[in-house]
């Protein structure tokens, strides 16, 4: 079983607390994981049950690497860059939901094995209605293979979790508010039922681009809090979390970085991903840790 946690616009940067918010945050669970706060200077972990790496994001193009196409790396094993001859984003257009049609980690199992855990309010769906709201890749993805995206009368019911880290998001519509830690929790307990989930976590990238540095720190130690309560009991469930560019480490500019992205492998399938180089080297490593 295979929990996948997407972090969008999460790099590796400096060790300078004017620069990078992950140096000013209280991140006590990446600390004690990594044994120092996450930056550039971690060199790889290589253990039985744990593998942290530096992943190249840029996929061999010039440029900024962009949402669409690092995340259609990911959920693909394909090139999103040399699709597209550069990188692209932030939404699919007709080239890489093309190449999303043509099969993704959703679709290699059957729809009963898989989760996008996401819960969305109704605004969301209405304005997908009105084309005020577009999909991004991994929730195209998920709609693409079949998979339901959840809604908040799923989230009372018990299922998926809210992207605000405590159901805030969805609280207007009398949702269950929890703290950090509880959600990940519930996602855990959610995880331990299907082969793979996935969870989108895009608030990272949101602030990296308009958020303030204060704001940042903020998310990031909601996020160490939430991924405390994911990592709680990891005995058969294998944790992943990474990203597909960076932006939030690095609050002197307001656009992506060409940083290194983190991967963190956790449980007991974490040795798939011990030579992972790349963005590229992601969704075959998924596969071998899955037999797909």
């Not at 995880?191 to 990296?208: K, N, T």
């Not at 560019?245 to 011990?274: C, M, R, W, Y």
Request: with cysteine; charged share 20%.
């Amino acid at each position: 079983m295979l929990l996948f946690v997407f972090l969008d616009g999460v790099g590796l940067g400096v060790r300078d607390v004017r620069v990078n918010p992950f140096m000013a945050a209280r991140t006590p669970f990446l600390e004690s994981l990594l044994g120092a706060k996450l930056s550039l200077d971690l060199a790889d972990i290589k253990k039985p049950d744990f593998v942290f790496k530096q992943l190249d994001a840029c996929l061999g193009y010039p440029g900024l690497p962009q949402s669409a196409t690092g995340q259609t790396t990911l959920l693909t094993g394909k090139n999103g860059a040399e699709i597209m001859q550069g990188h692209y984003g932030p939404w699919p257009g007709p080239t890489l939901k093309q190449a999303l049609d043509a099969g993704t980690l959703f679709t290699e199992l059957a729809n009963s094995e898989v989760v996008f855990s996401n819960a969305y309010p109704p605004g969301f769906f209405k304005a997908l209605e009105t084309k005020r709201q577009k999909l991004n890749v991994p929730a195209y993805a998920a709609q693409a293979a079949g998979l339901k995206l959840l809604t908040h009368e799923d989230y009372l019911a018990g299922q998926g979790v809210s992207v605000d880290l405590t159901g805030d998001y969805l609280g207007k519509y009398d949702a269950i508010v929890l703290s950090p830690y509880e959600m990940g929790e519930r996602l855990n307990r959610q995880a331990q039922r299907a082969s793979l989930s996935f969870f989108d976590y895009w608030p990272s990238d949101s602030v990296g681009h308009r958020g303030s540095f204060a704001e940042a720190v903020a998310l990031i130690e909601k996020l160490d809090s939430f991924l405390a309560g994911v990592a709680a009991e990891l005995s058969e469930l294998t944790l992943l979390i990474t990203s597909d560019h960076g932006n939030l480490e690095d609050k002197t500019v307001k656009t992506h970085t060409l940083s290194a992205v983190p991967l963190i492998a956790l449980g007991p399938g974490a040795q798939a991903f011990k030579d992972a180089l790349s963005l590229l080297d992601v969704a075959p490593a998924i596969r071998q840790m899955l037999d797909l």
